[in-house]
């Protein structure tokens, strides 16, 4: 008997946990077409605003912000984009594993999320930055207050090159953790990526110049990158959850089947074994 109470306060335990998973998985659902409308509406303006400062880029020869390749870069500031709830998933684990793959040990890392504080604090890696207050509901403003210290952190010199490492969203099912290079912009990849895209494209001509328009502008090609990768980060946070969600609450109801077959079985063994005692009993007073 000791053993089928045990198993009854085991089932009612997945039962409860079941119905927790079950719970996370509808807001996370209701989150993620939240976050949904928001990338649908936005991937449009970054893929143009992207375009458009290629095609700066290509008619620039002198700028801090460009560089012809990758030598000379000694310290790297990390911007990392990880939840600041758990139960996602590998969400987090995929892209910190992508990070500590290529992490310097001179480099630094921009934390977004409270998951890639407690990650990066563990392994002692240095935080320059800390921000937990990301979520879906991420504004063009954040991105711009963002976007303002990590310009100064590279024009002041205090990092040779600064890197974004986010999720980014494929569909429901599939997010790819990805690295994104935010300065110094590699021109020579630039235009070999522009013309592998694009064989036919023109050339654009810029007023004054496009060195002028360059300085101008790259505060808000900064902005935008980081406004739509922080949001297909968001989109891609949802979906993990709810997709591990979805597979916890099934393998829990699993669970409890098998629980309960079991429970029936020893139930139904322990009243056969208190049967067979009762007539054992009966047939002994019988033959006194």
């Known amino acids: 008997m000791a053993n089928l109470s045990g198993l009854k306060t085991e089932i009612s335990s997945v039962g409860d946990i079941t119905s927790i998973t079950d719970a996370m998985q509808l807001v996370a659902s209701a989150k ?47 911007v990392v984009v990880n939840s600041n709830l758990g139960l996602c998933g590998g ?13 310097k040990p001179n480099d630094a890392i921009y934390a977004l999320g409270s998951k890639a504080v407690a990650f990066y604090t563990a392994r002692k890696v240095n935080i320059l930055k800390e921000n937990t207050s990301i979520d879906i509901d991420f504004s063009s403003q954040e991105a711009s207050t ?6 100064d952190y590279y024009t002041t010199g205090e990092f040779d090159e600064i890197q974004l490492a986010y999720t980014k969203f494929i569909n429901n099912v599939t997010f ?23 064989k036919n494209n023109m050339t ?10 360059l300085e101008k ?5 900064l902005n935008t990158v980081l406004y739509g990768t922080i949001i297909e980060s968001q989109v891609s946070e949802q979906a993990s959850r709810r997709t591990a969600m979805d597979a916890a609450t099934k393998n829990g109801k699993e669970l409890t089947e098998t629980l309960q077959l079991k429970y029936n079985r020893e139930r139904q063994a322990s009243i056969t074994q208190e049967l067979s005692e009762i007539v054992a009993g009966a047939n002994a007073l019988q033959q006194k």
């Open 32 to 78: 993620l077409r939240k976050a949904g409308k928001k990338i649908t509406e936005t991937q449009e303006y970054v893929s143009e605003v992207y375009s458009v400062f290629n095609d700066i880029i290509r008619q620039t020869d002198n700028s801090p912000f460009l560089k012809d390749d990758t030598s000379g870069i000694k310290k790297t500031l990390w």
């Open 91 to 103: 969400y987090n684990a995929n892209i910190n594993r992508l990070v500590m793959g290529q992490l």
């Open 146 to 151: 963002i976007g303002k210290e990590l310009m």
């Open 176 to 198: 790819e953790p990805t690295t994104l290079r935010l300065f110094p912009i590699i021109k020579n990849d630039d235009q070999n990526q522009k013309a592998e895209g694009d």
């Open 204 to 213: 654009v001509e810029f007023e004054p110049d496009a060195e002028t328009i």
């Open 217 to 221: 502008t790259v505060t808000l090609y």
